[in-house]
C-alpha cells in the first residue's frame, strides 16, 4: 500500500517548484551562485566550535542580483531551519564566513547551503560533540 505523509508531500512540491522554477530562462537576471569549497566531504565539525564555511568567488557575473548571503544547515541532503540560518546578510562576494555549530544530533549528514539568488549545497560532512 502506498503511503504518503504530509511532509512527503510538502518536500515533493517543493522539489517540483524549483525545478518548474530553475526551468524557467535566465536571461534577465544573473543568477550567481557559487561552490561552497569548504566544508567538505570528510571535514568533521565540533558542536559549539567556530568555522569558517568558505567558497569560490572567483567568477562573478557583472551584475548580481542578490548580493546578500545565507548560510543554512542541511541534513540528509534537506536544509534546516530556513528562520534561523547559521548566518545571514553577508556579502556572497566575501568567499568565506564564520559560523557557530549549533547543537544538533551528531551524525554524518549535514551539509552547508550557501544561498545566494540559488542554494548551493556542500558535500556531506559530520557534524559530533
Ligand atoms: C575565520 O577567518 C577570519 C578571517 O580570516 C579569521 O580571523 C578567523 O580566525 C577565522 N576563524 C576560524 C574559526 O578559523
Ligand atoms: C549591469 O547593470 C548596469 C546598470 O543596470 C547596466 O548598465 C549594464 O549593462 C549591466 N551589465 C551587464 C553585463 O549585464
Ligand atoms: C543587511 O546588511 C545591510 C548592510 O549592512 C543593512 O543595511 C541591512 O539592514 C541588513 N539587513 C538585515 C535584515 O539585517
Known sequence: ???T????T???FIVSFFT???ALPVSVRD???PPVTYPTAGTVWHIGQNYNVTWDTSDPPVNITNKYGMIVLAKGGIALDYDSPLA????ILDGTHEITVPNVDPDDDYAIVL???SGNYSPEFTITN
Open 1 to 3: 500500500m502506498m503511503f
Open 5 to 8: 505523509t504530509p511532509l512527503m
Open 115 to 117: 544561498f545566494g539568488d
Open 10 to 12: 510538502l518536500i515533493s
Open 88 to 91: 545571514a546578510n553577508f556579502s
Open 20 to 22: 518548474m522554477v530553475s
Open 31 to 33: 543568477v550567481y551562485v
